[in-house]
């Protein structure tokens, strides 16, 4: 088993910055092997994709939507996948959740972990 666990949402003013985090760690855990990926749900709308990471750090993916304004990152020596996140817009106002799995996808069932979620705010 995987276990994720986020932190860093909140509320944010638009055009302001959050940074989350999401720690990974588990008997089964194997970071070489594993991709992690970002998804978020709005109220009323689908979950949808928005950056995934080899671990490795060596291959990054993001949606259009969030393009030039987000950044994944990996951290090996702390078992944790950072999103920074920057200028931001109340569209962007989700729970963000954390996802890994065994391959780059932008399909949120391709990743067999989730952790719980956190709520990002932004206020117009």
């Known amino acids: 088993q995987v276990q994720l666990v986020e932190s860093g949402g909140g509320l944010v003013q638009a055009g302001g910055s959050l940074r989350l985090s999401c720690a990974a760690s588990g008997r089964t855990f194997n970071r070489y092997r594993m991709f992690m990926g970002w998804f978020r749900q709005a109220p009323g709308k689908e979950r949808e994709f928005v950056a995934a990471i080899r671990w490795t750090g060596d291959s990054t993916h993001y949606a259009d939507s969030v393009k030039g304004r987000f950044t994944i990152s990996s951290d090996n020596a702390k078992n944790s996948v950072w999103l920074q996140m920057s200028s931001l817009k109340p569209e962007d106002t989700a729970v963000y959740y954390c996802?890994?799995?065994?391959?780059?996808?932008?399909?949120?069932?391709?990743?067999?972990?989730w952790g719980q979620g956190t709520q990002v705010t932004v206020s117009s």
């Open positions: 996802a890994a799995g065994n391959s780059i996808s932008y399909s949120g069932s391709d990743y067999p972990y």
